[in-house]
């Protein structure tokens, strides 16, 4: 009679080993929320950013690509003579219209030291748009913003959100 216990025990086991790897697998691909490939993801990122259009005087100093299966950055660093809140004004209108919504704005340290870096974050699903002010560090291409838009963004994901 052991042995029978033993076994059934072992089969138990087995089955529910089996469902919890289902249950698992089934709930990774949900929170990933499959994407089509890099190069059709970069090109719809690719389309959205060029529909921005960026404040008058701004120039462009450095275009920003990033391609990855499920990630993907779109951006350009740019000078300027308007003030970071004009530009922050300037997209924010675009965003809003384009269906963003503003999610923060947070101050960056370089080193722990306050330089005046600050980013302003927008959400649609899991795009983020960010726009970025470098502060006085270390910013050798003397750009005075960048605005970027990235996929599958953590910041904007909720977990209840598939």
Known sequence: ??????????????????????AMSFTAALLLKLRPNGQTLHAEFRQEFESFIPPPDAVSVQDN??????????????????????VRKHYEKQLVEKGYTFKEAIPVKDWGKDYGAEVVHYCKGDR????????????????????????????????FRF
């Open 65 to 86: 690509d990033v391609e990855q299966s499920r990630y993907g950055l779109v951006g350009e660093a740019y000078t300027t003579s308007l003030t970071f809140e004009d």
């Open 1 to 22: 009679m052991p042995k029978a216990i033993d076994t059934r025990k072992k089969a138990i086991l087995l089955v529910a080993g089996v469902l919890l790897l289902v």
């Open 128 to 159: 983020m748009a960010s726009i970025y002010k470098p502060g006085n560090s270390s910013n050798k291409l003397k750009y005075q913003f960048s605005f970027s838009l990235s996929g599958n963004a953590f910041e904007c994901r909720s977990f």
